[in-house]
């Protein structure tokens, strides 16, 4: 099982603040049969250059890394979630943001109604043909943007993953469902940022999709995970 968004590389951003409690959160997604974790730090361009993101994550991979001691682990494949920015479709190199031996790039959208220009950009990125666009945590916007939109990104190839937070919630059973059962979801991911706050928790997730979305949810998981990840 993959959880495709974590903020557990330590000190890369507001996440895991040390590698100890990297440690930890990486053996709690493990006890849940988590096996492969994405670690999508948060990319923020208006701060940062590629490059130097690229290095201060490799700094920190590694730093997490060398703490491995004889636990099973999960294995870990390097990401990002990136913030949209405008620009962001014409950024050469932006490839190299994709997740680890993937084609996917972690688009992380504004929380608001989407405008025109945001969406024509998105639209661009998702069709040039250099990555293949994966919107992070898609449940958040779902009160701003009327579900059409989202088909519409969905038809021009864009992929879209919710939070585990999202779908272990009862009240959202109905919506999960639905975006199930339109094709809408490929990937889920817990978002976790640490062990005290927006924690690594995915299992009871699982049993909600399961058990609200059937086979359109948890076979659309494995699907894709499949044909990205295996
Ligand atoms: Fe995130």
């Not at 208006?46 to 491995?68: H, N, T």
């Not at 990002?80 to 490839?95: F, K, L, M, N, Q």
């Not at 519409?152 to 999960?176: P, T």
Request: with cysteine; aromatic share 8%; glycine share 8%.
């Amino acid at each position: 099982m993959l959880d495709i968004h974590t903020h557990i590389l330590p000190g890369m951003d507001d996440g895991s603040r040390s590698v100890r409690e990297s440690l930890e959160m990486l053996r709690t997604l493990r006890g849940q049969g988590v096996d492969t974790v994405v670690l999508t730090s948060h990319f923020y361009a208006e701060e940062e250059d590629p490059d130097s993101f690229l290095e201060r994550r490799q700094k920190a991979y590694d730093r997490l890394v060398s703490g491995m001691d004889g636990d099973d682990y999960p294995k870990l494949l390097l990401g990002a979630e990136v913030c949209y920015y405008i620009g962001v479709s014409r950024t050469e190199g932006i490839e190299r943001l994709c997740i680890e031996g993937t084609p996917l790039l972690m688009l992380e959208l504004p929380k608001t109604h989407w405008d025109r220009s945001t969406l024509e950009e998105t639209i661009e990125l998702a069709t040039d043909g250099r990555v293949i666009v994966l919107l992070a945590h898609i449940d958040r916007y779902l009160e701003y943007n009327k579900l059409d939109i989202f088909e519409m990104l969905s038809m021009r190839g864009a992929l879209m993953q919710i939070n585990a937070g999202f779908a272990e919630n009862r009240k959202n059973r109905r919506m999960l469902k639905s975006l199930f059962r339109s094709g809408l979801v490929q990937f889920i991911g817990t978002d976790c940022h640490g062990m005290d706050i927006r924690t690594p928790r995915i299992a009871p997730a699982l049993e909600m999709i399961g058990r609200y979305a059937g086979d359109d949810g948890l076979s659309a998981l494995d699907f894709y995970e499949e044909e990205f990840f295996i």
